[in-house]
């Protein structure tokens, strides 16, 4: 059926960001604070994306010298075992965790949330997350924001591009306005999925090259009022943290229950407030369709009672009185469209410990993304040579593209390499270098993909970011 209706004119920038995640808030901050009027355009209600939508409040991989958690019960480790050669992420990654620590929201990096009073709970921990409160993150989100002059649109989706050739003109937007057009001169794709780069016709890919299998999709949930004592005596006894055991015993004795063969749970800052992370996941649903999301999201509230009810209360030590705080907004999503790039980042890359001239990031995750099957790079023990991963400023721009940039989870990583590049600190590094991209691109009249990376890499040295090995 054909829709016609005449839509009216937004703004004019200089920038247009879409999403609101940790790429997006890094890329519009750096954008704005350049000088270079922007907007921000962002679905959910807040700043943050998987970090405060999505529930998970804590970023990973912005100090190297992590090993798989798997790996890491296996051979007896706790969280304050693990080296920690270096950071991988600073700039405004680092400045925006110093001030969620400032206004008394947050821990780490490497420094696990409640080990203060209970040590042994460090058997949950990832070693190199920063944990923070999802209220006070997202108020220093906010605040940064507005402070640099980024002009924010809440509730707001980008649905279509308009472009000439080579070149977008605007975006079409959807909120409760209707639907508006904005223009801009730069555009910088931070939406995870890929959606300006996909609907400008640039091409994209989802999932698995082969296969187009994708990464199991979070709801996750927090429990609160859990025994935190009783969590680390157990623990401290040699009981499992994947809780592997406990939960094969409840699937066997309720068969009709929607029940995870284990469990990941972390320590929030409150006292006695978990997330759960593994035993939200759900494989084959796709997170750039809305009927799966809507289904996804479903049954993952569903499973978070259960969990709650059926399992924390009867068979967790601790979880005696547990009930759930909250389910995420949104899903957490780790892998749909990625854009295909000047240069695709590959695993040998990462395995190779190769570094680039126009490097503009680390990642100092390990590699941690699963299939069905596991994490088949952990099962082969291959590891990220030197710890580090650098992220070349190619893989930001979509091939054939004059002002669109992508950062985030959507650039050109294949395989095993979005593992590392993925992570919400790399985003923010990725998102800040885009933001100083497209002033280099405006002040000169230059397509992304014709910026000086030298002069590109001095702004970010300059600005705190770490691209030197």
């Given at each position: 059926?054909l829709?016609?209706?005449?839509?009216?004119?937004?703004?004019?920038?200089?920038?247009?960001?879409a999403?609101?995640?940790?790429?997006?808030f890094?890329?519009a901050?750096?954008?704005?604070?350049?000088?270079?009027?922007?907007l921000l355009?962002e679905?959910?209600g807040?700043?943050g994306?998987?970090?405060?939508?999505?529930?998970?409040?804590f970023?990973?991989?912005s100090?190297?010298?992590s090993?798989?958690f798997?790996?890491?019960?296996?051979?007896?480790?706790?969280y304050?075992?693990?080296?920690?050669?270096?950071?991988?992420?600073?700039?405004?990654?680092?400045?925006?965790?110093?001030?969620?620590?400032s206004?008394?929201?947050?821990i780490?990096?490497?420094?696990l949330?409640q080990?203060?009073?209970?040590?042994?709970?460090?058997?949950?921990?990832?070693?190199?997350?920063?944990?923070f409160?999802?209220?006070?993150?997202?108020?220093?989100?906010?605040?940064?924001?507005?402070?640099?002059?980024v002009?924010?649109?809440f509730?707001t989706?980008v649905?279509?591009?308009a472009?000439?050739?080579?070149?977008?003109?605007?975006?079409?937007?959807?909120?409760?306005?209707?639907?508006?057009?904005?223009?801009?001169?730069?555009?910088?794709d931070?939406?995870?999925d890929?959606?300006l780069?996909?609907?400008?016709?640039?091409l994209?890919?989802k999932g698995?090259?082969?296969?187009?299998?994708?990464?199991a999709v979070n709801?996750?949930?927090h429990?609160e009022?859990?025994d935190?004592a009783?969590l680390?005596?157990?623990?401290?006894q040699?009981?499992?943290?994947w809780?592997?055991?406990?939960?094969?015993?409840?699937?066997?004795?309720?068969?009709d229950?929607?029940l995870?063969?284990h469990?990941?749970?972390?320590?929030?800052?409150?006292?006695g407030v978990?997330m759960?992370?593994?035993g939200?996941?759900?494989?084959?649903?796709?997170?750039?369709?809305?009927?799966?999301?809507t289904a996804l999201?479903?049954?993952?509230?569903k499973?978070?009672?259960?969990?709650a009810e059926?399992?924390?209360r009867?068979?967790?030590?601790?979880?005696?009185?547990?009930r759930?705080?909250?389910t995420?907004?949104?899903?957490?999503?780790r892998?749909?469209?990625?854009i295909?790039a000047?240069?695709?980042?590959t695993?040998e890359?990462?395995?190779?410990?190769?570094t680039f001239?126009?490097?503009?990031?680390?990642?100092g995750?390990?590699?941690?993304?699963?299939?069905?099957?596991?994490?088949?790079?952990?099962q082969?023990?291959?590891s990220?040579?030197g710890g580090?991963?650098s992220?070349?400023?190619?893989?930001m721009?979509?091939?054939?593209?004059?002002?669109?940039?992508?950062a985030?989870?959507?650039?050109?990583?294949?395989?095993?390499?979005l593992?590392p590049?993925?992570?919400m600190?790399t985003c923010?590094?990725?998102g800040?270098?885009?933001g100083?991209a497209?002033?280099l691109?405006?002040?000169?009249?230059?397509?992304?993909r014709e910026?000086?990376t030298?002069e590109?890499?001095?702004?970010?040295?300059?600005?705190?970011?770490e691209?030197?090995?």
């Amino acid at each position: 059926m054909l829709y016609h209706r005449e839509v009216p004119q937004g703004g004019i920038y200089d920038v247009i960001v879409a999403g609101g995640g940790p790429a997006g808030f890094a890329a519009a901050i750096s954008a704005a604070r350049q000088g270079l009027k922007t907007l921000l355009l962002e679905l959910n209600g807040c700043l943050g994306g998987t970090a405060t939508a999505g529930a998970l409040p804590f970023y990973l991989g912005s100090m190297t010298g992590s090993i798989p958690f798997r790996q890491m019960v296996e051979k007896g480790l706790c969280y304050r075992d693990l080296p920690r050669p270096r950071t991988a992420v600073r700039g405004i990654f680092g400045e925006t965790i110093q001030r969620i620590r400032s206004a008394g929201g947050g821990i780490g990096p490497c420094v696990l949330a409640q080990t203060d009073r209970w040590p042994g709970l460090d058997r949950l921990g990832c070693h190199d997350e920063f944990t923070f409160d999802l209220e006070t993150g997202k108020r220093v989100f906010d605040e940064m924001a507005e402070e640099a002059g980024v002009h924010l649109l809440f509730y707001t989706q980008v649905i279509d591009v308009a472009c000439d050739g080579e070149r977008v003109q605007g975006v079409y937007t959807c909120n409760k306005d209707g639907i508006t057009f904005y223009e801009a001169k730069a555009f910088l794709d931070c939406t995870g999925d890929a959606d300006l780069v996909d609907r400008a016709g640039f091409l994209t890919y989802k999932g698995d090259r082969e296969t187009g299998e994708m990464c199991a999709v979070n709801l996750v949930a927090h429990l609160e009022n859990i025994d935190s004592a009783k969590l680390e005596a157990y623990l401290n006894q040699g009981g499992d943290p994947w809780f592997g055991d406990i939960c094969k015993r409840m699937q066997k004795e309720h068969p009709d229950l929607d029940l995870p063969d284990h469990l990941i749970i972390f320590p929030m800052v409150q006292e006695g407030v978990f997330m759960i992370n593994g035993g939200t996941s759900f494989t084959d649903y796709d997170g750039t369709n809305a009927e799966s999301l809507t289904a996804l999201t479903l049954r993952g509230r569903k499973r978070a009672k259960i969990l709650a009810e059926r399992l924390f209360r009867t068979m967790i030590p601790g979880g005696e009185h547990c009930r759930v705080r909250l389910t995420a907004s949104y899903p957490g999503i780790r892998e749909t469209r990625r854009i295909v790039a000047e240069y695709g980042l590959t695993e040998e890359d990462l395995l190779e410990g190769r570094t680039f001239p126009d490097t503009i990031a680390f990642a100092g995750r390990h590699f941690d993304l699963g299939r069905k099957t596991g994490q088949p790079f952990h099962q082969r023990n291959l590891s990220v040579k030197g710890g580090i991963a650098s992220i070349p400023y190619r893989c930001m721009i979509p091939k054939g593209s004059k002002n669109l940039l992508a950062a985030g989870r959507c650039i050109h990583a294949d395989g095993q390499a979005l593992g590392p590049a993925r992570i919400m600190s790399t985003c923010y590094a990725v998102g800040e270098a885009a933001g100083q991209a497209a002033y280099l691109s405006l002040r000169d009249n230059k397509a992304f993909r014709e910026v000086n990376t030298d002069e590109l890499r001095d702004r970010l040295r300059k600005s705190g970011a770490e691209i030197d090995l």
